[in-house]
């Protein structure tokens, strides 16, 4: 009676391949999102590069370096479509396929019998599923300096999506650049929040994380240069966090020290900056001995809290940049 239904659903019992399309934006990326549950960053990759240079076996996070082979990385957007695809591709089957039994059954009853029953299937329309809408464009378009893959992302990226490079200086430059933006729009932060408490302490929070995430930035981009520099001995962990012995192991490996790139009183800027950085991290900013010997700052006694000063984080991020397009100039000149 229901023979064509039953081969149907025998016919699925295997693997069966299912295209689904899924659309690229208005410039031609396509949307992918790390697997890794503690990340779930989203970002954009050309679908022509996602073709051509990205390996099945392998994909990088641009956020936290996460791989997963290239089946891993759907938006829940676009893992919801598959589902639906795949619900309609199976019930139109088999509504098909229970369609031709009843024709099939009503073909087989006597006719003029006195007793006649004749089977009818709601054949409705099989649903065609428009593809998910991409995401909007994303802002910042990143070009891999080492396989030209060319993906797209909202805030930073750290590593290449096809081939896991990490960009080091392309990354210190977007650190510097969020931290110049957090700064001009903290008028719109005042003016957005109404309690002026809270709204000071938002600013005083944003100044405070501009001045950490510009050290860390530092910190970051010098490893990655130093490591880069040829018998470069192994450093410390965390050893360019401290200004002194990221000099010392810079000159030791290249023949420069950051003397050789900003003033005296431009060092003792960035000295004060990298203490506070401490200060904030490891003492909520409470001054310490440690603080007052290693600063110079002599503006507070132990058990203050510092105060960190907007027109400070800028000029520590000008200052920085100075200093890390010097460093990069070294190492540049070590490897030619």
């Not at 659903?9 to 690229?24: C, E, F, N, P, Y």
């Not at 931290?179 to 903290?186: C, H, M, V």
């Not at 005083?204 to 970051?220: D, N, Y």
Request: net charge neutral; proline share 3%.
């Amino acid at each position: 009676m229901f023979d064509e239904t039953i081969r149907t659903i025998r016919a699925m019992g295997g693997q069966t391949r299912l295209s689904v399309s899924i659309q690229d934006d208005e410039e031609g990326y396509f949307d992918r999102k790390c697997p890794a549950d503690e990340c779930l960053f989203q970002f954009k990759i050309l679908s022509e590069d996602w073709k051509n240079k990205v390996r099945d076996e392998e994909v990088f996070c641009p956020s936290c370096r996460h791989t997963a082979s290239s089946g891993q990385w759907w938006t829940q957007q676009q893992i919801e479509h598959a589902k639906k695809a795949a619900i309609s591709h199976i019930s139109g089957q088999i509504n098909r396929a229970m369609v031709r039994d009843a024709a099939q059954w009503n073909r087989q009853q006597p006719r003029g019998s006195l007793i006649s029953i004749t089977m009818n299937v709601n054949n409705h329309p099989t649903q065609v599923l428009l593809p998910p809408a991409a995401a909007e464009p994303m802002r910042l378009k990143i070009t891999c300096p080492a396989c030209e893959c060319r993906y797209a992302v909202i805030g930073a990226a750290f590593f290449c999506p096809a081939c896991g490079y990490n960009a080091a200086d392309q990354q210190f430059m977007q650190s510097i650049i969020g931290i110049t933006q957090s700064l001009d729009a903290l008028d719109f932060v005042r003016l957005a929040i109404e309690d002026r408490d809270a709204a000071e302490n938002t600013v005083r929070l944003v100044v405070e994380s501009g001045l950490q995430t510009i050290v860390t930035a530092f910190q970051r981009y010098a490893e990655a240069l130093y490591t880069a520099v040829p018998n470069a001995s192994q450093a410390r962990r965390n050893a360019f966090q401290n200004l002194s012995e990221g000099s010392d192991l810079w000159k030791v490996a290249t023949g420069k020290s950051y003397a050789d790139h900003i003033m005296t009183d431009e060092i003792a800027i960035l000295q004060k900056a990298f203490q506070q950085r401490h200060l904030l991290a490891h003492t909520q900013g409470i001054v310490d001995a440690a603080y007052q010997n290693k600063s110079g700052d002599n503006r507070y006694q132990i058990g203050q809290r510092i105060v960190i000063r907007e027109e400070s984080v800028r000029e520590a991020a000008r200052l920085i940049t100075k200093l890390a397009g010097g460093l990069l100039a070294d190492c540049q000149s070590v490897r030619a």
